[in-house]
Protein backbone atom coordinates (compact mmCIF):
# COMPACT_ATOMS: atom_id res chain seq x y z
CA UNK A 1 0.00 0.00 0.00
CA UNK A 2 1.53 3.29 -0.67
CA UNK A 3 -0.29 5.90 1.38
CA UNK A 4 -0.20 9.12 -1.54
CA UNK A 5 -0.77 13.04 -0.43
CA UNK A 6 -1.63 14.23 2.82
CA UNK A 7 -2.34 18.09 2.32
CA UNK A 8 -5.98 18.06 2.04
CA UNK A 9 -8.99 20.92 1.46
CA UNK A 10 -10.73 22.06 4.74
CA UNK A 11 -14.04 20.58 5.41
CA UNK A 12 -16.60 20.26 8.36
CA UNK A 13 -18.63 17.56 9.40
CA UNK A 14 -20.67 16.23 12.64
CA UNK A 15 -21.09 13.13 14.42
CA UNK A 16 -24.01 10.67 12.94
CA UNK A 17 -27.38 11.94 14.55
CA UNK A 18 -28.72 8.99 16.22
CA UNK A 19 -31.71 8.52 14.03
CA UNK A 20 -34.86 9.15 15.97
CA UNK A 21 -38.81 8.10 14.83
CA UNK A 22 -41.07 10.17 12.45
CA UNK A 23 -43.72 9.76 9.82
CA UNK A 24 -42.70 8.72 6.29
CA UNK A 25 -45.33 10.62 5.14
CA UNK A 26 -49.54 11.26 5.31
CA UNK A 27 -51.93 9.04 6.57
CA UNK A 28 -56.06 9.22 6.49
CA UNK A 29 -58.81 8.67 8.28
CA UNK A 30 -60.72 8.36 5.36
CA UNK A 31 -59.19 5.20 3.13
CA UNK A 32 -56.25 3.49 3.64
CA UNK A 33 -56.29 -0.58 4.62
CA UNK A 34 -60.37 -0.65 4.99
CA UNK A 35 -60.80 -0.75 1.51
CA UNK A 36 -58.27 -3.58 1.08
CA UNK A 37 -60.20 -6.31 2.53
CA UNK A 38 -60.58 -8.03 -1.48
CA UNK A 39 -57.47 -9.78 -2.31
CA UNK A 40 -57.53 -8.13 -5.32
CA UNK A 41 -56.77 -4.53 -3.42
CA UNK A 42 -53.28 -6.06 -2.41
CA UNK A 43 -51.80 -4.03 -5.29
CA UNK A 44 -47.85 -4.24 -6.18
CA UNK A 45 -46.60 -1.48 -5.33
CA UNK A 46 -43.72 0.21 -7.46
CA UNK A 47 -40.26 -2.03 -7.14
CA UNK A 48 -37.43 -0.25 -5.46
CA UNK A 49 -35.45 -3.06 -4.92
CA UNK A 50 -34.02 -3.83 -8.12
CA UNK A 51 -30.85 -2.31 -8.91
CA UNK A 52 -30.01 1.58 -9.57
CA UNK A 53 -30.09 2.69 -13.08
CA UNK A 54 -27.49 3.35 -15.17
CA UNK A 55 -25.34 5.90 -14.21
CA UNK A 56 -26.94 6.57 -10.88
CA UNK A 57 -24.05 6.38 -9.46
CA UNK A 58 -23.44 10.16 -7.51
CA UNK A 59 -26.58 10.78 -7.47
CA UNK A 60 -28.37 11.76 -4.55
CA UNK A 61 -30.87 9.71 -2.37
CA UNK A 62 -33.01 9.89 0.71
CA UNK A 63 -32.40 7.71 3.96
CA UNK A 64 -34.76 8.57 6.96
CA UNK A 65 -36.04 6.57 10.50
CA UNK A 66 -40.22 6.37 11.03
CA UNK A 67 -41.56 5.24 14.12
CA UNK A 68 -44.94 4.39 14.34
CA UNK A 69 -47.62 2.95 17.18
CA UNK A 70 -50.88 1.34 17.10
CA UNK A 71 -53.01 -1.68 17.73
CA UNK A 72 -54.13 -4.39 15.37
CA UNK A 73 -57.45 -6.92 16.09
CA UNK A 74 -55.89 -10.42 14.36
CA UNK A 75 -58.72 -12.29 12.87
CA UNK A 76 -60.54 -14.98 15.20
CA UNK A 77 -59.67 -13.01 18.57
CA UNK A 78 -61.81 -10.79 19.91
CA UNK A 79 -59.87 -8.24 21.70
CA UNK A 80 -56.60 -5.72 20.27
CA UNK A 81 -52.52 -5.92 20.69
CA UNK A 82 -50.14 -3.38 20.76
CA UNK A 83 -48.20 -2.99 17.62
CA UNK A 84 -44.92 -0.44 16.84
CA UNK A 85 -43.25 -0.34 13.50
CA UNK A 86 -39.50 0.83 13.58
CA UNK A 87 -38.47 1.03 9.92
CA UNK A 88 -35.16 2.77 7.78
CA UNK A 89 -36.89 3.74 4.51
CA UNK A 90 -34.12 4.92 1.63
CA UNK A 91 -34.72 6.01 -1.78
CA UNK A 92 -32.00 6.02 -4.75
CA UNK A 93 -33.54 9.77 -5.31
CA UNK A 94 -34.50 12.69 -3.55
CA UNK A 95 -37.95 12.56 -2.72
CA UNK A 96 -40.15 14.26 -4.62
CA UNK A 97 -43.53 15.98 -3.77
CA UNK A 98 -45.41 16.68 -7.02
CA UNK A 99 -44.35 12.70 -8.10
CA UNK A 100 -44.21 9.41 -7.54
CA UNK A 101 -41.32 7.98 -5.30
CA UNK A 102 -40.42 4.21 -4.66
CA UNK A 103 -38.45 3.35 -1.20
CA UNK A 104 -36.93 0.43 0.23
CA UNK A 105 -37.85 -0.48 4.35
CA UNK A 106 -36.56 -2.43 6.34
CA UNK A 107 -36.66 -2.49 10.47
CA UNK A 108 -38.39 -4.22 13.30
CA UNK A 109 -42.25 -4.85 13.86
CA UNK A 110 -43.42 -6.20 17.78
CA UNK A 111 -46.98 -7.10 18.27
CA UNK A 112 -47.41 -7.90 21.89
CA UNK A 113 -48.13 -11.17 22.45
CA UNK A 114 -47.40 -12.97 18.90
CA UNK A 115 -44.77 -11.03 16.60
CA UNK A 116 -41.59 -9.29 17.49
CA UNK A 117 -39.50 -9.67 14.08
CA UNK A 118 -36.24 -7.58 13.38
CA UNK A 119 -35.87 -8.51 10.13
CA UNK A 120 -38.96 -6.83 8.32
CA UNK A 121 -38.89 -5.52 5.05
CA UNK A 122 -40.50 -4.12 2.19
CA UNK A 123 -41.73 -1.17 -0.10
CA UNK A 124 -43.61 2.28 -0.07
CA UNK A 125 -45.05 3.81 -2.73
CA UNK A 126 -44.51 7.63 -1.10
CA UNK A 127 -47.16 10.31 -3.52
CA UNK A 128 -48.34 12.41 -1.60
CA UNK A 129 -49.69 14.86 -4.28
CA UNK A 130 -49.86 13.41 -7.49
CA UNK A 131 -51.93 10.08 -6.02
CA UNK A 132 -52.35 11.35 -2.85
CA UNK A 133 -51.25 8.68 -1.17
CA UNK A 134 -48.27 7.05 0.60
CA UNK A 135 -48.64 3.04 0.63
CA UNK A 136 -46.63 0.18 2.51
CA UNK A 137 -46.43 -3.43 2.10
CA UNK A 138 -44.17 -4.66 4.93
CA UNK A 139 -43.56 -7.91 5.05
CA UNK A 140 -42.95 -10.52 8.50
CA UNK A 141 -42.75 -13.52 10.41
CA UNK A 142 -44.84 -14.71 13.41
CA UNK A 143 -45.39 -17.66 14.58
CA UNK A 144 -42.75 -19.45 11.69
CA UNK A 145 -45.71 -18.20 9.65
CA UNK A 146 -45.43 -15.36 7.15
CA UNK A 147 -47.40 -12.09 6.95
CA UNK A 148 -48.00 -8.73 5.29
CA UNK A 149 -48.91 -5.22 6.38
CA UNK A 150 -50.47 -3.64 3.75
CA UNK A 151 -51.79 -0.15 3.87
CA UNK A 152 -51.64 3.50 2.89
CA UNK A 153 -51.73 6.96 4.23
CA UNK A 154 -54.66 9.10 2.24
CA UNK A 155 -53.70 12.52 2.37
CA UNK A 156 -56.15 15.22 1.73
CA UNK A 157 -56.22 18.91 2.74
CA UNK A 158 -59.86 18.94 4.77
CA UNK A 159 -58.12 17.00 7.63
CA UNK A 160 -53.77 16.90 6.94
CA UNK A 161 -53.02 16.56 10.34
CA UNK A 162 -54.66 13.14 10.41
CA UNK A 163 -53.63 12.70 7.13
CA UNK A 164 -50.27 12.79 7.72
CA UNK A 165 -49.87 10.89 10.83
CA UNK A 166 -52.58 7.84 10.76
CA UNK A 167 -51.90 4.94 8.67
CA UNK A 168 -54.84 2.25 8.53
CA UNK A 169 -53.83 -1.09 7.62
CA UNK A 170 -54.87 -4.87 6.98
CA UNK A 171 -52.53 -8.21 7.47
CA UNK A 172 -52.60 -10.80 4.81
CA UNK A 173 -51.42 -14.28 5.09
CA UNK A 174 -50.97 -15.89 1.73
CA UNK A 175 -53.25 -13.32 0.26
CA UNK A 176 -55.87 -14.05 2.41
CA UNK A 177 -56.53 -11.53 5.89
CA UNK A 178 -55.35 -12.00 8.81
CA UNK A 179 -56.52 -9.05 10.81
CA UNK A 180 -56.57 -5.26 10.50
CA UNK A 181 -54.98 -2.61 12.50
CA UNK A 182 -54.36 1.02 12.78
CA UNK A 183 -50.77 2.88 13.43
CA UNK A 184 -50.41 6.57 14.16
CA UNK A 185 -47.17 8.59 14.37
CA UNK A 186 -46.78 10.14 17.93
CA UNK A 187 -46.31 13.69 16.95
CA UNK A 188 -45.40 15.47 20.31
CA UNK A 189 -42.25 12.99 20.93
CA UNK A 190 -41.09 11.96 17.78
CA UNK A 191 -41.46 14.67 14.96
CA UNK A 192 -38.17 15.79 15.73
CA UNK A 193 -36.34 12.90 15.81
CA UNK A 194 -37.93 11.90 12.52
CA UNK A 195 -36.74 15.44 11.04
CA UNK A 196 -33.33 15.03 12.30
CA UNK A 197 -32.97 11.55 10.68
CA UNK A 198 -33.14 12.69 7.37
CA UNK A 199 -30.22 11.95 5.36
CA UNK A 200 -29.57 12.62 1.81
CA UNK A 201 -26.42 10.45 0.86
CA UNK A 202 -25.19 9.75 -2.85
CA UNK A 203 -26.23 6.63 -4.68
CA UNK A 204 -23.84 3.85 -4.09
CA UNK A 205 -20.65 3.83 -6.93
CA UNK A 206 -20.72 0.58 -8.30
CA UNK A 207 -16.83 -1.27 -6.96
CA UNK A 208 -16.31 -1.89 -11.16
CA UNK A 209 -16.38 1.66 -11.63
CA UNK A 210 -14.35 2.40 -9.20
CA UNK A 211 -11.88 -0.23 -10.41
CA UNK A 212 -11.25 1.89 -13.82
CA UNK A 213 -7.75 3.70 -14.46
CA UNK A 214 -8.31 7.28 -13.34
CA UNK A 215 -4.67 7.90 -15.07
CA UNK A 216 -5.46 10.19 -18.62
CA UNK A 217 -1.62 11.18 -19.73
CA UNK A 218 -0.61 13.67 -17.19
CA UNK A 219 3.01 13.46 -15.92
CA UNK A 220 4.27 13.18 -12.27
CA UNK A 221 1.40 10.44 -11.23
CA UNK A 222 0.93 7.99 -9.64
CA UNK A 223 -2.29 4.67 -9.41
CA UNK A 224 -2.64 2.03 -7.46
CA UNK A 225 -4.34 -0.86 -7.38
CA UNK A 226 -3.92 -2.73 -3.99
CA UNK A 227 -5.29 -6.27 -1.87
CA UNK A 228 -4.76 -7.35 1.61
CA UNK A 229 -6.47 -10.52 2.98
CA UNK A 230 -5.79 -12.75 5.67
CA UNK A 231 -6.00 -16.12 4.86
CA UNK A 232 -8.69 -17.65 7.70
CA UNK A 233 -7.22 -21.17 7.53
CA UNK A 234 -3.30 -20.81 7.97
CA UNK A 235 -3.28 -17.30 9.76
CA UNK A 236 -1.40 -16.28 6.71
CA UNK A 237 -1.50 -12.50 5.37
CA UNK A 238 -1.40 -11.10 1.93
CA UNK A 239 -0.39 -8.29 0.07
CA UNK A 240 -0.78 -7.55 -3.49
CA UNK A 241 0.35 -4.50 -4.85
CA UNK A 242 -0.49 -3.01 -8.68
CA UNK A 243 1.40 0.49 -9.13
CA UNK A 244 1.16 2.68 -12.71
CA UNK A 245 3.80 5.57 -12.68
CA UNK A 246 3.64 8.21 -15.06
CA UNK A 247 6.86 9.95 -14.16
CA UNK A 248 7.14 13.69 -14.00
CA UNK A 249 9.63 14.57 -17.05
CA UNK A 250 7.36 13.24 -19.49
CA UNK A 251 8.88 10.10 -20.13
CA UNK A 252 7.04 6.73 -20.51
CA UNK A 253 5.04 5.25 -18.38
CA UNK A 254 5.38 1.79 -16.70
CA UNK A 255 3.45 -0.36 -14.59
CA UNK A 256 5.05 -2.43 -11.61
CA UNK A 257 4.36 -3.85 -8.40
CA UNK A 258 4.57 -7.16 -6.12
CA UNK A 259 3.52 -9.94 -3.98
CA UNK A 260 4.31 -10.53 -0.40
CA UNK A 261 3.28 -13.49 1.97
CA UNK A 262 3.50 -12.87 5.89
CA UNK A 263 3.14 -16.41 6.93
CA UNK A 264 2.07 -17.58 11.00
CA UNK A 265 5.12 -19.32 11.51
CA UNK A 266 8.29 -18.29 9.23
CA UNK A 267 10.15 -15.31 7.82
CA UNK A 268 8.01 -12.70 5.21
CA UNK A 269 8.83 -13.45 1.46
CA UNK A 270 7.82 -11.14 -1.35
CA UNK A 271 8.96 -10.60 -5.14
CA UNK A 272 8.86 -7.69 -7.92
CA UNK A 273 6.95 -8.35 -11.11
CA UNK A 274 7.82 -5.08 -13.73
CA UNK A 275 8.39 -2.26 -15.17
CA UNK A 276 6.70 -3.00 -18.15
CA UNK A 277 4.74 -0.81 -20.42
CA UNK A 278 1.05 0.38 -20.01
CA UNK A 279 -2.02 -0.28 -22.13
CA UNK A 280 -5.01 2.10 -21.10
CA UNK A 281 -8.81 1.13 -21.64
CA UNK A 282 -8.80 -1.99 -19.37
CA UNK A 283 -11.02 -2.24 -16.29
CA UNK A 284 -8.24 -2.33 -13.93
CA UNK A 285 -4.45 -3.30 -13.63
CA UNK A 286 -3.33 -5.25 -16.63
CA UNK A 287 0.54 -5.34 -17.54
CA UNK A 288 2.28 -8.43 -18.56
CA UNK A 289 0.25 -11.03 -17.42
CA UNK A 290 -0.59 -9.77 -13.97
CA UNK A 291 -4.36 -8.17 -13.26
CA UNK A 292 -5.72 -6.97 -10.90
CA UNK A 293 -9.32 -6.07 -12.33
CA UNK A 294 -13.05 -6.51 -11.34
CA UNK A 295 -13.78 -9.54 -8.48
CA UNK A 296 -10.02 -11.43 -9.99
CA UNK A 297 -6.59 -11.18 -9.27
CA UNK A 298 -4.01 -13.69 -10.80
CA UNK A 299 -0.12 -13.25 -11.96
CA UNK A 300 2.90 -14.03 -10.26
CA UNK A 301 6.09 -12.63 -9.03
CA UNK A 302 9.03 -14.63 -9.09
CA UNK A 303 8.31 -18.02 -7.25
CA UNK A 304 5.00 -16.59 -6.15
CA UNK A 305 1.76 -17.59 -8.29
CA UNK A 306 -1.38 -16.53 -7.20
CA UNK A 307 -5.14 -16.61 -9.09
CA UNK A 308 -8.19 -15.25 -6.18
CA UNK A 309 -11.47 -14.68 -7.31
CA UNK A 310 -12.84 -11.56 -5.22
CA UNK A 311 -16.81 -10.66 -4.20
CA UNK A 312 -17.43 -7.34 -2.73
CA UNK A 313 -19.61 -8.01 0.53
CA UNK A 314 -20.17 -4.34 1.41
CA UNK A 315 -20.18 -0.78 -0.09
CA UNK A 316 -17.59 1.54 -1.34
CA UNK A 317 -15.82 3.38 1.60
CA UNK A 318 -13.87 7.07 0.63
CA UNK A 319 -11.33 7.35 3.11
CA UNK A 320 -10.69 10.81 1.73
CA UNK A 321 -13.72 13.09 1.34
CA UNK A 322 -15.49 11.64 -2.15
CA UNK A 323 -14.96 14.77 -4.30
CA UNK A 324 -11.64 14.39 -3.90
CA UNK A 325 -11.75 10.89 -6.20
CA UNK A 326 -14.11 12.46 -8.32
CA UNK A 327 -12.11 15.93 -8.78
CA UNK A 328 -8.32 15.37 -8.26
CA UNK A 329 -7.74 18.60 -6.59
CA UNK A 330 -5.77 17.12 -4.00
CA UNK A 331 -2.14 15.70 -3.98
CA UNK A 332 -3.63 11.77 -3.96
CA UNK A 333 -6.82 10.17 -2.22
CA UNK A 334 -7.72 6.39 -1.54
CA UNK A 335 -10.55 4.76 -1.60
CA UNK A 336 -12.21 1.16 -0.85
CA UNK A 337 -14.12 -0.20 -3.88
CA UNK A 338 -15.86 -2.64 -1.64
CA UNK A 339 -14.78 -1.96 2.72
CA UNK A 340 -14.96 -5.29 3.20
CA UNK A 341 -14.32 -8.36 0.58
CA UNK A 342 -13.97 -11.87 0.30
CA UNK A 343 -11.31 -14.12 -1.97
CA UNK A 344 -11.17 -17.62 -2.89
CA UNK A 345 -8.80 -19.07 -4.76
CA UNK A 346 -4.36 -20.10 -4.38
CA UNK A 347 -1.83 -18.57 -3.52
CA UNK A 348 1.68 -20.28 -4.21
CA UNK A 349 5.03 -19.64 -2.53
CA UNK A 350 8.17 -21.57 -1.80
CA UNK A 351 6.62 -25.01 -2.74
CA UNK A 352 3.55 -24.10 -0.11
CA UNK A 353 0.05 -23.48 -1.55
CA UNK A 354 -2.61 -21.71 -0.13
CA UNK A 355 -6.65 -22.42 -1.40
CA UNK A 356 -7.83 -19.22 0.78
CA UNK A 357 -12.07 -20.04 1.32
CA UNK A 358 -13.89 -16.67 2.24
CA UNK A 359 -10.69 -14.96 3.55
CA UNK A 360 -11.78 -11.36 4.83
CA UNK A 361 -9.85 -8.63 3.30
CA UNK A 362 -10.33 -4.99 0.79
CA UNK A 363 -8.61 -3.80 -2.43
CA UNK A 364 -7.76 -0.05 -2.10
CA UNK A 365 -7.22 2.42 -4.86
CA UNK A 366 -4.66 5.74 -4.63
CA UNK A 367 -4.32 8.22 -7.32
CA UNK A 368 -2.05 11.17 -6.68
CA UNK A 369 0.89 12.97 -7.35
CA UNK A 370 3.26 10.53 -5.30
CA UNK A 371 3.74 9.70 -1.80
CA UNK A 372 3.79 11.31 1.51
CA UNK A 373 6.60 12.75 3.59
CA UNK A 374 5.78 10.17 6.01
CA UNK A 375 2.75 7.96 6.77
CA UNK A 376 0.72 5.33 8.67
CA UNK A 377 -2.19 2.96 7.10
CA UNK A 378 -4.51 0.63 8.83
CA UNK A 379 -7.01 -1.85 7.35
CA UNK A 380 -8.55 -4.06 10.32
CA UNK A 381 -11.49 -6.20 9.76
CA UNK A 382 -13.08 -6.07 12.81
CA UNK A 383 -15.71 -8.63 12.43
CA UNK A 384 -19.56 -8.64 12.40
CA UNK A 385 -19.45 -6.46 9.84
CA UNK A 386 -17.46 -3.32 11.52
CA UNK A 387 -14.70 -1.84 9.67
CA UNK A 388 -11.95 0.41 10.36
CA UNK A 389 -9.89 2.42 7.65
CA UNK A 390 -7.25 5.02 8.57
CA UNK A 391 -4.55 7.08 7.17
CA UNK A 392 -2.46 9.70 8.62
CA UNK A 393 0.23 11.54 6.51
CA UNK A 394 2.59 14.50 6.56
CA UNK A 395 2.25 16.38 3.52
CA UNK A 396 5.52 17.01 0.66
CA UNK A 397 4.21 20.49 0.05
CA UNK A 398 6.98 23.47 1.49
CA UNK A 399 5.25 25.29 4.87
CA UNK A 400 3.28 21.91 5.45
CA UNK A 401 6.12 19.18 6.05
CA UNK A 402 6.50 20.33 9.92
CA UNK A 403 3.05 19.95 10.69
CA UNK A 404 1.47 16.86 12.41
CA UNK A 405 0.07 14.32 10.29
CA UNK A 406 -3.17 14.90 8.84
CA UNK A 407 -5.86 12.33 10.29
CA UNK A 408 -8.53 10.15 8.07
CA UNK A 409 -10.67 8.04 10.04
CA UNK A 410 -13.08 5.96 8.84
CA UNK A 411 -15.68 3.39 10.95
CA UNK A 412 -17.86 1.46 10.19
CA UNK A 413 -20.76 -0.33 12.03
CA UNK A 414 -23.13 -1.83 9.97
CA UNK A 415 -24.30 0.91 7.68
CA UNK A 416 -23.15 3.88 9.11
CA UNK A 417 -19.96 5.59 8.81
CA UNK A 418 -18.24 7.49 11.76
CA UNK A 419 -16.86 10.55 11.25
CA UNK A 420 -20.47 11.10 9.14
CA UNK A 421 -17.69 13.00 6.99
CA UNK A 422 -14.12 12.21 6.02
CA UNK A 423 -12.85 15.74 6.60
CA UNK A 424 -14.04 15.72 10.21
CA UNK A 425 -11.30 13.84 11.47
CA UNK A 426 -8.17 15.67 9.44
CA UNK A 427 -9.27 19.22 10.05
CA UNK A 428 -11.73 19.18 12.84
CA UNK A 429 -13.94 22.51 13.25
CA UNK A 430 -12.34 25.54 11.51
CA UNK A 431 -8.86 23.64 12.85
CA UNK A 432 -9.69 22.18 16.43
CA UNK A 433 -10.71 19.27 17.68
CA UNK A 434 -8.82 17.24 14.72
CA UNK A 435 -7.67 13.86 15.35
CA UNK A 436 -4.36 12.91 16.23
CA UNK A 437 -1.59 10.77 15.04
CA UNK A 438 1.92 9.67 16.67
CA UNK A 439 3.45 7.71 13.80
CA UNK A 440 6.54 5.50 15.04
CA UNK A 441 7.21 1.25 14.89
CA UNK A 442 6.87 -0.69 16.26
CA UNK A 443 3.95 0.83 17.82
CA UNK A 444 1.80 4.05 16.71
CA UNK A 445 -1.47 5.21 17.72
CA UNK A 446 -4.24 7.48 16.53
CA UNK A 447 -6.96 9.45 18.82
CA UNK A 448 -9.61 11.51 18.62
CA UNK A 449 -13.09 12.55 18.81
CA UNK A 450 -16.01 13.71 17.20
CA UNK A 451 -19.66 14.50 18.70
CA UNK A 452 -20.54 12.07 21.56
CA UNK A 453 -17.52 9.33 20.70
CA UNK A 454 -14.11 9.18 20.68
CA UNK A 455 -11.89 6.56 19.67
CA UNK A 456 -8.43 5.58 20.22
CA UNK A 457 -6.29 3.36 18.39
CA UNK A 458 -3.06 1.51 19.30
CA UNK A 459 -1.18 -0.37 15.98
CA UNK A 460 1.86 -2.83 16.43
CA UNK A 461 4.04 -4.17 13.86
CA UNK A 462 6.57 -6.33 15.21
CA UNK A 463 9.59 -6.53 13.38
CA UNK A 464 9.43 -10.25 12.17
CA UNK A 465 6.27 -9.32 10.98
CA UNK A 466 6.85 -6.65 8.77
CA UNK A 467 8.46 -5.97 5.14
CA UNK A 468 10.66 -2.95 4.33
CA UNK A 469 10.15 -1.81 0.57
CA UNK A 470 11.84 0.74 -1.21
CA UNK A 471 9.46 3.17 -3.49
CA UNK A 472 10.16 6.02 -6.28
CA UNK A 473 8.03 8.73 -6.75
CA UNK A 474 7.07 9.81 -10.25
CA UNK A 475 10.01 12.68 -9.78
CA UNK A 476 12.42 10.24 -8.70
CA UNK A 477 12.51 10.55 -5.12
CA UNK A 478 12.74 7.39 -2.75
CA UNK A 479 10.86 6.52 0.14
CA UNK A 480 10.44 3.62 2.09
CA UNK A 481 7.18 1.72 3.58
CA UNK A 482 7.32 -1.13 6.93
CA UNK A 483 3.97 -2.88 5.95
CA UNK A 484 2.77 -5.71 8.10
CA UNK A 485 -0.08 -8.10 7.00
CA UNK A 486 0.15 -9.84 10.58
CA UNK A 487 -0.53 -6.49 12.76
CA UNK A 488 -2.00 -6.24 16.06
CA UNK A 489 -4.20 -3.63 16.60
CA UNK A 490 -6.71 -2.50 19.60
CA UNK A 491 -9.71 -0.56 19.25
CA UNK A 492 -11.62 1.52 21.72
CA UNK A 493 -14.69 3.60 20.70
CA UNK A 494 -16.82 4.96 23.57
CA UNK A 495 -19.70 7.29 23.88
CA UNK A 496 -19.90 10.35 26.21
CA UNK A 497 -22.88 9.60 28.54
CA UNK A 498 -24.29 11.46 31.55
CA UNK A 499 -21.25 11.97 34.34
CA UNK A 500 -18.41 10.71 31.98
CA UNK A 501 -16.95 8.48 28.83
CA UNK A 502 -17.92 4.81 29.24
CA UNK A 503 -16.56 2.06 26.02
CA UNK A 504 -19.37 1.94 23.08
CA UNK A 505 -17.43 -1.29 21.76
CA UNK A 506 -14.03 -2.47 22.09
CA UNK A 507 -11.88 -4.74 19.61
CA UNK A 508 -8.40 -6.46 19.88
CA UNK A 509 -7.34 -8.08 16.70
CA UNK A 510 -4.13 -10.57 17.25
CA UNK A 511 -2.17 -10.83 13.83
CA UNK A 512 -5.18 -9.67 11.58
CA UNK A 513 -4.55 -6.60 11.22
CA UNK A 514 -3.22 -5.31 7.58
CA UNK A 515 -1.09 -1.68 8.37
CA UNK A 516 1.93 0.28 7.05
CA UNK A 517 4.51 2.68 7.91
CA UNK A 518 6.25 5.08 5.57
CA UNK A 519 9.20 7.95 6.20
CA UNK A 520 11.52 9.45 3.87
Known amino acids: MSTSGSDTGAGTGTDPA ?10 GTDGGADRGTDRAAVAAVPSATGPSAPGAAGRRGTVFDETMLGTVRLDGEDHTRGVRLDLRVSTDRVLRPLGT ?12 GWADDTDAEGELEISPLARRRIRYRISFTADCRRFTL ?25 GERAGRGTLRFPMATGLVPFLASFRF ?114 APLFTFPRWSWRR ?52 ADLGGGDVLEIVAAVSMRPGLRRLPP ?17 ERSAVGWAGFGRFRASVGLPVWTVSGRAGLRRI ?9 RTLALDYTDPDGSPAVCRNSERADAHVLLERRWFGGWRTEAEWTLDGTAHAEVGTR
Do not use: C
Not at 18 to 27: D, F, Q, R
Not at 150 to 174: H, I
Not at 413 to 418: I, L, Q, V
Not at 456 to 464: F, L, N, S
Open 201 to 314: PRAAERPETLMTPRWKGEPGRTEVWYTTLTDPESGTGLWLHHELTAPADGSEPYTHGWAAVFPKDGPVRHARFGPAGWTPGRAGFTAEGVEAVPGRLTGSAGALRWDLAEQGVD
Open 101 to 112: TAARASGRIRVA
Open 406 to 422: LVFLRLRRGTRDWPRRP
Open 456 to 464: RVEVTQPED
Open 150 to 174: DGWKSVTQRRPVASMTVLPFTLYED
Open 328 to 379: PLLPAAQILPAARASYDGTFSYDGTTLTPTAAPGASARIYGHGNARRWAWLH
Open 18 to 27: VSGSGPAGSA
